[in-house]
Nanobody, 129 residues
Framework: QVQLMESGGGSVQSGGSLRLSCVAS????????IAWFRQAPRKEREGVAG???????SYTDSVKGRFTVSQDNARTTLYLQMNSMKPDDRALYYC???????????????????????WGQGTQVTVSS
C-alpha cells in the first residue's frame, strides 16, 4: 500500500512560480516510481513530469523549460518547481505511483495516467492573467 499527499498548490499570476511537493509513504513505497499529473477542467488527466529509475527527468512538451521535477535522496518526496506559469497550467495536480515498468510510460517516457496504481488527493493550481 502506498499513500500520496500533494501540497503547495495555490493561486499565482501569469509568469509567477509555485512549488509542489508529493510525499509518498507506505510499506511498499520503494517499489514504485512517482510522477506528476494534472487534469484541467473537462480535459483528460495527463502526465506532466517524472523521474525514471536512473534519475532522468521527463516532461510533457507544454512545460519543458518552465517546470523542473526533482526528488529527495530517499526518493519518497517528489517536487515540481513551476516557473513562468501560464493560464493553461491551471489544473488539479496529482502525484501518482507507477510500477516503474516501460509499459507504464509512453514513447516519450512520460508517465501514463491509466497505469497509475495509487493517486494522491490532488492540489489545485490556479493561474490568473
Amino acid at each position: 500500500q502506498v499513500q500520496l499527499m500533494e501540497s503547495g498548490g495555490g493561486s499565482v499570476q501569469s509568469g509567477g512560480s509555485l512549488r509542489l511537493s508529493c510525499v509518498a509513504s507506505g510499506s511498499t513505497v520503494s517499489r514504485y516510481c512517482i510522477a506528476w499529473f494534472r487534469q484541467a477542467p473537462r480535459k483528460e488527466r495527463e502526465g506532466v513530469a517524472g523521474i525514471d529509475e536512473e534519475g532522468i527527468p521527463s516532461y510533457t512538451d507544454s512545460v519543458k523549460g518552465r517546470f523542473t521535477v526533482s526528488q529527495d535522496n530517499a526518493r519518497t518526496t517528489l517536487y515540481l518547481q513551476m516557473n513562468s506559469m501560464k493560464p493553461d497550467d491551471r489544473a488539479l495536480y496529482y502525484c501518482g505511483a507507477l510500477n516503474c515498468r516501460r509499459s507504464d510510460y509512453n514513447n516519450d517516457y512520460l508517465p501514463l495516467a491509466a497505469r497509475v496504481n495509487y493517486w494522491g488527493q490532488g492540489t489545485q493550481v490556479t493561474v490568473s492573467s
